[in-house]
């Protein structure tokens, strides 16, 4: 049985956060273990209160479970704060993980922050230098970057720079483009783009699933660029069948 772990914040909806990543797992037919990294209140209309988990005991969770067992793969999604993201540090070497998959998750599909002050910055230096791969929104890589992205050429650009903040690829998903979805992946030597039609609405958790696909593929051996393939299919399928739940955005189906 291939594991894989997630550490990210709680979505009550199970559209994103560590509910649709283990739901990912399971329809990749990994087993998925979850650590949340911080809660949320949340409906399909949007966050409306965030609330930390105590440092000592995000630690605690980390320590119990990987003293037993220990994952294939693992990806962080929403961190928030600081603490988070050292501690997240300290054990990925403490207990020598791999196959770290990082989707820097920094505002929500309805404009709520995230991140606390400094985070963006502390995931950069401390996190990005030991990911097998980075899945940004083409928001999120602007963010780390300071490259707008509008095109196929600036997104290449932006996945050279995120390259050289030390990650192993660069995967940049382009659903928030005007025209067309296109996801750019970048190992350092290779481009390679995957494109599709948009779809119509607003769907919440697509970074989540796309993410957690990844992850579930490294976790069951694939290489980086094979992972991409198969996540930019997974998430198409699952926009197709989405389904409307509450008043608010579209939660994909899984
Ligand atoms: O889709 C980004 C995201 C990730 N994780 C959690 C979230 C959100 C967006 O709202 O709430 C927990």
Not at 100 to 108: E, G, K, M
Not at 207 to 228: H, M, N, P, Q, R
Request: aromatic share 8%; glycine share 10%; proline share 2%.
């Amino acid at each position: 049985m291939k594991i894989a772990l997630t550490i990210a914040g709680s979505d009550p909806t199970g559209g994103a956060g560590f509910q649709a990543d283990l739901k990912t797992f399971s329809a990749m037919g990994v087993y998925g273990l979850s650590i949340p990294a911080v809660l949320t209140a949340q409906s399909t209309k949007g966050v409306s209160s965030i609330q930390e988990i105590k440092s000592d005991f995000f630690e605690a969770q980390l320590d119990t479970l990987l003293q037993d067992i220990k994952p294939g793969a693992l990806k962080t999604g929403m961190l928030y704060s600081l603490d988070i993201v050292k501690i997240i540090s300290e054990k990925y070497r403490q207990y020598s993980l791999t196959n770290l998959v990082i989707d820097p998750v920094i505002v929500s599909s309805t404009g709520v922050s995230l991140v606390k002050e400094g985070v963006k910055e502390a995931i950069r230096e401390q996190l990005l230098p030991l990911a097998k791969v980075i899945t940004p929104n083409i928001n999120e890589a602007a963010v780390f970057t300071g490259i707008i992205i509008n095109g196929e050429k600036e997104m290449k650009e932006a996945a050279v720079k995120l390259k050289d903040f030390g990650v192993g690829a660069v995967i940049i998903t382009g659903g928030h483009m005007k025209e067309k979805a296109i996801d750019l992946f970048f190992d350092g030597e290779e481009f390679l783009t995957l494109e599709n039609d948009k779809f119509a609405g607003e769907f919440h958790g697509t970074g989540c699933v796309f993410s957690s696909v990844i992850t579930a593929c490294l976790a069951l051996g694939y290489d980086v660029k094979e992972a991409f393939i198969k996540a930019k299919e997974f998430v198409w399928n699952a926009m197709r069948l989405a389904v409307v739940l509450g008043k608010g955005m579209k939660i994909l189906k899984l």
